[in-house]
């Protein structure tokens, strides 16, 4: 009899609580994708799980992490290369990418084109240019020597060699980002205020002085958006370190991410696989937070 | 005068001369896999590379004959296109809400799940999916790919939301709008670059994704950069079809991205790596 009323009221109540109705979808998924499976990850890491068929699950307590930090001596070495190649490869793109947006800060005829052209390595497939690198940089077959050898570079042995491995991949990975850097880098310049600059001027302040006294601190929130975004990022680069090397040669390039995908799906040890994993969450909450807290302090501008 | 118009016309050409130099070290890989996969077996591993070598179609056939080629590049667009159309369904509403309702911390929490390393996630993922029956299916890889998604998108859609005014929600539901039908009719076409914008770099993303595809999913929803993956374990040194095998799987990402450039732009400008 009062159906219909029934349901248009309900259609109208739920209408008028639309506010966090809304917001419900995404919260169910992202607790189903979140939540739930970093409680799951914490979980294993205090068991003996391993992907196979058969076998008992058993409770093991700290025992996988103590097999971490006392017994698996690739454990410190993989957060030392973890840490290398996020730091370095941070740094290298900031540094190249402030010098290009600087270099490039003016109006110039085919700057559309030069952009474009600039944004290929962003878009392209990951996977299919660490391909194309490797080819690049194979020891025998590789063009990659021949091409350097104009420039007056030795021959390397790029990702063949434990000495050269990570730097080789830090290469790659600044190639691969240095474009968006300086495209962030680039918007930043061109919206700074230009009184500074021209009082600067007026005063008789030399270009060095205009950019450490100037144009750095007004470009510290992108500066610092960069770090962070990069920092993070270069912690949990995969794919190109898992096709160029795949953690070789004799481990040099084997970072925290590439390990524990070893141990997960290689040696099928996902409980230990998960303590490592854990631990990793860890460093990244504790980074991230550092960094916040950096930031409060030194907002200034 | 003269002497400074001259010095003008080289500090341009120098100018220039930089510029192309910077082209060509970021775009130098992409001129050598369009070579090289032109090349015949003899000629594509040459050093020094043989400029004046024939070029043959023959690896591009080689990669369609090898492994499922075609099935992979479904796959991929399937599972491209079924997240971008979830994502907007889910993630628009939560960040008009939290547009509407500035929480700060929830902010954080969007900014804190973008940084969790998805290798931390896979893991449990693998044991869950495998239980649910997910593993190897597209609804399993459209759920992965909504993580990195949603608070990308409501990330990037707050600041969208928060430039349309109030007033104009209010004019509507004085007009005897209902408040979803003011959300859909009014509020969603007004923030249409933010949608397009949003799209753009998700085919980007979701379509490069490897990480993901490389452990959930197995022969039946295998994405195009695992296939590349698995054709490089099957050609170790075989460059020409490496290259052109290489050269396909990006080909449809980038042919999308230049197309909405603009809007693409605007992400990276705004901070967009993931």
């Known amino acids: ?94 540094i190249l990418g402030l010098g290009l947006a600087l270099f490039l800060n003016r109006q110039f005829k085919g700057e559309a084109t030069f952009r474009m052209f600039l944004m290929f390595p962003i878009i392209a497939t990951p996977v299919a240019m660490s ?15 021949y091409y350097l050898s104009f420039f007056g570079f030795p021959k390397s042995l790029w990702t063949a060699d434990a000495a050269t491995v990570l730097p080789s991949i830090i290469m790659v990975e600044i190639w691969h980002w240095t474009p968006m850097t300086m495209l962030v880098f680039l918007a930043g310049l061109k919206s700074l205020p230009k009184e500074p600059f021209e009082a600067a001027t007026v005063d008789g302040a030399s270009r060095m002085q205009m950019f450490t006294r100037i144009t750095l601190p007004l470009l510290q929130p992108y500066i610092f958006l960069l770090l962070l975004m990069r920092l ?27 390990m524990i995908y070893n141990q ?10 998960s303590a490592l994993g854990s631990f990793l969450m860890l460093i990244i909450l504790l980074i991230s937070f550092g960094l916040f807290r950096f930031r409060q302090r030194s907002w200034s501008y | ?21 910077i082209v060509g070290v970021f775009f130098f890989p992409f001129l050598w896999v369009i070579y090289t996969s032109l090349q ?39 599972v491209v296109l079924l997240t971008l159309v979830a994502n907007l369904i889910i993630s628009l ?29 896979l893991l449990p993922w693998y044991i869950i999916f495998k239980k649910l029956g997910l593993y190897d299916t597209y609804f399993g890889l459209v759920l992965s790919n909504l993580t990195f998604m949603i608070p990308f998108t409501v990330w990037l859609m707050l600041g969208f939301f928060e430039d349309v005014p109030v007033e104009v929600e209010e004019a509507a539901w004085l007009d005897g709008c209902s408040h979803m039908g003011t959300f859909i009719r009014i509020v969603v076409p007004l923030v249409k670059g933010g949608i397009i914008t949003i799209s753009t770099l998700g085919f980007m993303f979701c379509w490069n994704i490897f990480l993901f595809p490389l452990v959930l999913s197995g022969y039946e929803t295998k994405t195009l950069p695992v296939f590349v993956y698995g054709f490089l374990a099957d050609n170790q040194l075989d460059f020409g079809p490496l290259a052109a095998a290489a050269l396909l799987a990006m080909a449809p990402v980038i042919v999308f991205v230049l197309l909405n450039q603009k809007y693409f732009r605007q992400g990276i400008a705004f901070g967009g790596g993931k």
Request: charged share 10%; hydrophobic share 50%; aromatic share 14%.
């Open chain 1, 1 to 94: 009899m009062n159906d219909t009323s029934l349901v248009q009221r309900t259609l109208e109540y739920a209408d008028s609580q639309i506010r966090w109705l809304f917001s419900v979808p995404a919260v169910l998924v992202m607790l189903g994708l979140f939540a739930y499976p970093l409680f799951k990850l914490i979980a294993t890491s205090f068991t003996n799980e391993v992907l196979s068929s058969g076998g008992t699950i058993e409770f093991v307590g700290l025992a996988n992490y103590a097999r971490a930090f006392f017994e698996d001596h690739h454990f410190w070495r993989s957060i030392w290369i973890t840490l290398y190649f996020a730091v370095g490869s941070t740094l290298g793109q900031m």
């Open chain 1, 131 to 145: 391909l194309v690198w490797s080819m690049l940089m194979n020891p025998m077959m590789g063009q990659l020597n």
């Open chain 1, 232 to 258: 993070v990022h270069g912690l949990k680069v995969f794919d190109k370190i898992f096709v160029l090397s795949g953690g070789g040669p004799d481990r040099a390039s084997e970072t925290l991410n590439i």
């Open chain 1, 264 to 273: 997960a799906f290689g040696a099928m040890n996902i409980g230990y696989a």
């Open chain 2, 1 to 21: 005068m003269r002497q400074y118009q001259t010095i003008r016309t080289i500090s341009r050409l120098l100018f220039y001369a930089i510029l192309l130099f």
């Open chain 2, 40 to 78: 015949s077996p003899i000629t594509a591993g040459a050093v020094p590379p043989d400029l004046l070598a024939t070029p043959t179609l023959d690896n591009f056939r080689q990669v369609f004959e090898q492994g499922q080629f075609f099935r992979c590049l479904l796959n991929s667009t399937v």
């Open chain 2, 93 to 121: 509403p939560a960040a008009y809400v939290i547009a509407r309702n500035r929480q700060n911390w929830m902010m954080f929490l969007v900014l804190f799940l973008q940084m969790a390393p998805w290798i931390c996630l």
